[in-house]
């Protein structure tokens, strides 16, 4: 099984300052990776795939990069409706074995 | 609009069997892969099952395999999850989600408590 490790767990930002949140993988995935969003009662969003591929309505101050093993989500100013829990999703190998990072918490700080 | 709407989540003893449901709308259901996920309460994220559009290829997570089973209709746009022989740690918000590798789509989801 890949292991997927997020941190930090917690990140306390200002609204308008940068965020940086990293996702590791215990192996090679190339850039088979999704990140999502999750505010809470709701449902996850998908905002990146591929690594750095925007989906659709994901705003441009959503940046993702990273291959291999070492991967960022950036969100460049954060906005109050950036506050949430995001996750990240290894799709590498056929047959699937999906796994997720346990999630970053973003909160205002 | 893309809508995935789950029901039939509730609450079971330990060994007893629930199926849950998605109804999917605003989109060409019987072109995409499909995908049940998991979530328990105050927890991360678990894939735990997909589907191929016509049903013929189906895989699952190892804690589900031969308890769970996933199916789709597509003739009435809905997807399954038939869970048997349940246990505590099945606890969970069960959503459902479009797509095989990234997800592009989530329902609301359905909680299904197993306890005694």
């Known amino acids: 099984e890949i292991v997927m490790t997020q941190s930090p767990a917690t990140l306390s930002v200002s609204p308008g300052e940068r965020a940086t949140l990293s996702c590791r993988a215990s192996q090679s995935i190339s850039s088979n990776l999704a990140w999502y969003q999750q505010k809470p009662g709701q449902a996850p969003r998908l905002l990146i795939y591929g690594a750095s591929t925007r989906a659709t309505a994901t705003p441009a101050r959503f940046s993702g990069s990273g291959s291999g093993t070492e991967f960022t989500l950036t969100i460049s100013s954060l906005q109050s409706e950036d506050f949430a829990v995001y996750y990240c999703?290894?799709?590498?190998?056929?047959?699937?074995?999906?796994?997720f990072g346990q999630g970053t918490k973003v909160e205002i700080k | 609009e893309v809508q995935l709407v789950e029901s039939g989540g509730g609450w079971v003893q330990p060994g007893e069997s629930l199926r849950v449901s998605c109804a999917a709308s605003?989109?060409?259901?019987?072109?995409?892969?499909m995908t049940w996920v998991r979530q328990a309460p105050g927890k991360g994220l678990e894939w735990v099952a997909n589907?191929?559009?016509?049903?013929?290829?189906?895989y699952y997570v190892d804690s589900v395999k031969g308890r769970f089973t996933i199916s789709r209709d597509n003739a009435k746009n809905s997807l399954y999850l038939q869970m048997n022989s349940l246990r505590v740690e099945d606890t969970a918000v069960y959503y459902c989600?479009?797509?095989?590798?990234?997800?592009?789509?989530w329902g609301q989801g359905t909680l299904v408590s197993v306890s005694s």
């Open positions: 605003g989109f060409i259901f019987s072109r995409h892969w």
């Open positions: 999703q290894q799709y590498n190998k056929w047959p699937p074995e999906w796994t």
């Open positions: 589907i191929k559009e016509d049903g013929s290829d189906k």
């Open positions: 989600a479009g797509g095989v590798q990234e997800m592009w789509a």
